[in-house]
């Protein structure tokens, strides 16, 4: 089992930056494929950006392409955290974010590549 715990979300403005953190407990996000979904309000669950890495590798990434550019995901092994850097924010980002972790290593943009997910955090970018 994988527990996911989310934090950092908020209200902001248009333009601003915004840091999510997911924390795991119960197994390693080394080598694991994590991934962040978000979910806006009468919209589907949307893939964001997702992360594989381990110990001593630089990892892979992978990005929405409407985020691209705008947001960094990053990996911190000893903390067992991932993180989701949100910059340059638009109305649009605006939505529950979800931590997920996969059993395996492929990343993937489909929500039913990922066994775990936290609660989620609010994105909440006023124009």
């Known amino acids: 089992q994988v527990q996911l715990v989310e934090s950092g979300g908020g209200l902001v403005q248009a333009g601003d930056s915004l840091r999510l953190s997911c924390a795991a407990s119960g197994r390693t996000v080394s080598g694991r494929a994590m991934a962040w979904f978000r979910q806006a309000p009468g919209k589907e669950r949307e893939f964001v950006a997702a992360v594989s890495r381990s110990i001593g590798s630089i990892g892979s990434t992978r990005f929405a392409d409407s985020v691209k550019g705008r947001f960094t995901i990053s990996t911190d092994i000893a903390k067992n955290t991932i993180y989701l850097q949100m910059n340059s924010l638009k109305p649009e980002d605006t939505a529950v974010y979800y931590c997920?972790?996969?059993?395996?290593?492929?990343?993937?943009?489909?929500?039913?590549?990922?066994?775990?997910w936290g609660q989620g955090t609010q994105v909440t970018v006023s124009s």
């Open positions: 997920a972790a996969a059993l395996g290593t492929v990343l993937t943009d489909l929500a039913y590549g990922y066994e775990y």
